[in-house]
């Protein structure tokens, strides 16, 4: 069964750091775009940043500058490096993947999909 798993989330203070880890199962996504994503309560979800399985990284103006994606291939995990977090951080955050980048950027036809992990940032 093929899965993303994320993980490293929780809460933080308005200015504090978080890593945020997507682990694959099932298959290799070594030749897969992957992201994140992110839902905050009352909102719709919302793309964060994506990194194209050749090293291409695209982010979401709101987190330039503050948010960092990486991947491990050899470990099939993506990561989201957060610093300077803000309480509008606040939201569910989902890993996705895809054989584009186009694919995870837009968030409809993506292939595949985390259940999301909880991110709270108290001002």
């Known amino acids: 069964q093929v899965q993303l798993v994320e993980s490293g989330g929780g809460l933080v203070q308005a200015g504090g750091s978080l890593r945020l880890s997507c682990a694959g199962t099932?298959?290799?996504?070594?030749?897969?775009?992957m992201g994140w994503f992110r839902q905050a309560p009352g909102k719709e979800r919302e793309f964060v940043a994506a990194?194209?399985?050749?090293?291409?990284?695209i982010y979401a103006d709101s987190v330039k500058g503050r948010f960092t994606i990486s991947r491990d291939k050899d470990r099939n995990t993506a990561y989201l490096q957060m610093n300077r977090l803000e309480p509008e951080d606040t939201a569910v955050y989902y890993c996705?993947?895809?054989?584009?980048?186009?694919?995870?950027?837009?968030?409809?036809?993506?292939?595949?999909w985390g259940p999301g992990i909880q991110v709270t940032v108290s001002s």
């Open positions: 996705a993947a895809d054989p584009t980048l186009t694919g995870v950027k837009t968030g409809k036809t993506t292939a595949y």
């Open positions: 990194m194209s399985w050749h090293g291409t990284i």
């Open positions: 099932g298959r290799k996504f070594d030749m897969d775009a």
